[in-house]
Nanobody, 125 residues
Framework: QVQLVESGGGLVQAGDSLRLACAAS????????LGWFRQAPGKEREFVAA????????SYADSVKGRFTISRDGAKNTVYLQMNSLKPEDTAVYYC??????????????????WGQGTQVTVSS
């Protein structure tokens, strides 16, 4: 059974940092794009960041560019999201996802076919 399990969420103050991790089990995602999305209450799930199969290309939403960094460890089958200078508007449930059916680095959630259960990130002002 394929599973993506996120960890590292929590409650922090504005300006703090958090590092999310997403560990995959059941299959290797070393050849595929991995991404992070987030969903705030009452809002649609939105793209945050993506990283290509070899980790050499990344993509970020404008709202997090310069503050968040996505990375991956192929040996551990894990993708990370380092979040710095957090803002209250970053509050959301954060999901990792894998895109196995498309060769590009999609920002559309519909192109991702494996999802984790999510981890809550709350940033207080």
């Amino acid at each position: 059974q394929v599973q993506l399990v996120e960890s590292g969420g929590g409650l922090v103050q504005a300006g703090d940092s958090l590092r999310l991790a997403c560990a995959a089990s059941g299959r290797s995602f070393s050849g595929y794009t991995l991404g992070w999305f987030r969903q705030a209450p009452g809002k649609e799930r939105e793209f945050v960041a993506a990283i290509n199969w070899n980790g050499r290309r990344t993509s970020y939403a404008d709202s997090v560019k310069g503050r968040f960094t996505i990375s991956r460890d192929g040996a551990k089958n894990t993708v990370y999201l380092q979040m710095n200078s957090l803002k209250p508007e970053d509050t959301a449930v954060y999901y990792c996802a894998a895109a196995t059916r498309i060769a590009t680095m999609p920002t559309d959630k519909d192109h991702y076919d494996y999802w984790g259960q999510g981890t809550q990130v709350t940033v207080s002002s």
